[in-house]
């Protein structure tokens, strides 16, 4: 069997009310009327053969001993219940016995959803501070061993310059590679001195 519509023309089938075994569907019948009747979930049938879908639908209700929605006697049954129109076997909500508990649902939120809320926010930013974490430990080797570097050269400069100062041993630069080796010092404590 296939899918029936109330309406095909040279378009194309519209409004499909069976499933694929042929049989109506309820739930189809109702989303074809509510889009010949001012829409269904946004959807509303402007084509061809608009009328003749309608009393197509309005038959296929009789035949299946509903009421079509919106007819005086579901809105009345409606009334009396105090649930929401519906069609032939699907749930629907009985408001009167929402009303009848002692208490009311509240709007606010409860105990476990304020725990459960307050977890999730102390959980959500411990990724950003273990890797904040990781780069603090990074700098730190790096910066100790930038240290360690440049107090090693200055040590070393010192100890050329006192050489050189009191001719120790007989130890003698020129000039130029002094200078050198001073200028160094300046250049090194700068890098160390530099961010990240």
Known sequence: MAVKHPVS??????LPYTGDDGKPDHRLMGAAWAALHGGYRGNKYEGPNKAEAISKLTALYKS???DTPGSSSERAKCRRTGSSPSVKGTPTVDRSVM???KNPPSNDPDDRFQEEK???????PRP???GAKRDITSKKKSGKGSFTLVAIWIFLVFVILLLQGFGIAGFKLSDTVLLAAIGSIT???SR???PG
């Open 9 to 14: 023309d040279k378009s194309g089938d519209h």
């Open 64 to 66: 299946e001993g509903m």
């Open 99 to 101: 009303s009848a508990g």
């Open 118 to 124: 307050r977890e999730l926010e102390l959980k959500a």
């Open 128 to 130: 950003q501070v273990e």
């Open 187 to 189: 250049v090194c404590a």
């Open 192 to 194: 160390a001195d530099e």
